[in-house]
C-alpha cells in the first residue's frame, strides 16, 4: 500500500530496538 510509510515505520522501530539492545 505504502511502502514509503512502512519503510520508515519499519526503520523507526529497527533503529529503536537497535538501540535499546
Request: proline residues 5%; hydrophobic residues 40%.
Amino acid at each position: 500500500m505504502f511502502p514509503r510509510i512502512v519503510k520508515y515505520f519499519v526503520r523507526q522501530i529497527t533503529s529503536e530496538a537497535d538501540q535499546s539492545t
